[in-house]
């Protein structure tokens, strides 16, 4: 993952001086006098190096006995954004994937019986369709919001990163790829409102299917009752939605935006929140989360910039305050109602509100690059931030370093950006790429079902591992893993390993984001 143009860091442990060498092996560079030190996040003794400017071609690195190979491209992150794309593709549900566009990925259709309400099993409905959400089979529509948020705020900054051909079943029809994949996940997102605009918070079996196929998992899936959360995130993504495609297709566009209306209408209307909670013989993902402010202030800001209506912005104007403005996760989506105020609503905030408003913004991107600072590797996640799925804040941070850098113009922020993308193709303690199939040396054993069970040796590229965590892991995992094992180092390529090597959605849309900001960067420059 290294451009001309961008600074190209590499970590050499325990070692005060290295050699860059050209491909016929001539000393380009020395690196003397390191001063590597303690990184308290992998217990590595650090010292990062930017190898400076260099040319196209082959390099090699060389220090302590050992040697790593260096690849300056033009364009390194192309292929990488299309494949974090494509990654969503190979999650469709509902529908069968072709080998003409999944290769040996193909697999018959999945999950296409209609679903029974949880509450009243008698009522069966069609809920077919949308992303697998990770390793299991479960459709989420929290998680699933947050996703296409990513993408659409992705593709509206960073358009030239997005191709028309991706190989799926509809590129090539005028509109980007990105937003063809997004589609497929918005058309199931409507299929799960209810008619008073209530969105069910998931579609699962009452259990994780074990580890096979998609279309041989056929137990009851069941609509679980609505929940706040899941509505108000889905009223901000579908208004963001109905602007995003509104220059391409009017019709789908205002349909999007009529269905946001409505189910903000249905927050109003049931005032007192309720979080979600798994009934008792309910085993699939919970994806709980105990407060709707943030989703709340997300709605409002899309709302509002899609309808201009002074309610919407009264909303958003009382939420601002009690919301973390730099958070992009499936619990906390304030960034994403920050980016919206920020970005697409400039100008039509009050002076003084939007001021305050990037006033915090910076201050919390401010934070990430001091933590990023602290970090041997350069990572922005502080030692104790290595929970299930690491691999989100750690992109999060890069998004807000990015959304930071485009609001100020400061260069220390896109670099410390580029660093969590570094961070992601193998610039970590592991020393691995945590995207299948890309980066020199990219992990193998994704908890991913189809990855599993489809005889094919390498797992379905372009997914990303949720990466080390220290946190609550599972037995197994404590087990395999040393005692002391720091915490930037918890981690297992094992197909097991849920809580370490899991993928989902809203990891890779994160890795879409900033590999799409620093695709598009190269392709300015030529
Ligand atoms: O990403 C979720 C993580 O933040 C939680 O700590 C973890 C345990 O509750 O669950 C993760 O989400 C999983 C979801 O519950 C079910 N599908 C797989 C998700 C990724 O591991
Ligand atoms: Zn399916």
Redesign the pocket.
Known sequence: GYAPGLPKRAALLDQTSARLLDEAGQELRRFDGLHPWFDPASGDRVALIDLGHLAPGEYSLNAGGESRRIRVERRPYSALTGALVKGLYYQRCGCALEAAHAGPYAHAACHTAPAKLYENPEVELDASGGWH????Y?RYVSPAAVTVGHLLYAYRWFPKAFQDALNIPESGNGLPDVLNECRFELEWLLKMQREDGALYHKLTKKRFAPFIMPEEDKAQEYLLPPTHTATAGYAACAALASRAYRPFDAAFSARLLESAVRAWAWLEQNPRFVPYENPEDVK????GDTNCLDEAFWAASELYASTGEARYLDALTALCPRVELSKFG?REVGGLGALCCLFELDGRLDKAFADGLQGRFLLAADAALETARLSGYGTALSPDGY???SSLPILCNGMLLIAAWKRSGKTPYLDAALNQLDYLLGLNALDLSLVTGYGERPFRFPHHRPSASDGVEDPVPGLVS?GPNARNNYPSTRERLPKGTYPAKSYLDETPS?DTN?I?IYWNSPAVFVAACFDQLTRENG
Do not use: F, M, R
């Open positions: 959400d990770a390793g299991d479960g699939t993902g919970a994806y499936w929970v299930w799925g949720g849920a899991e989902a």
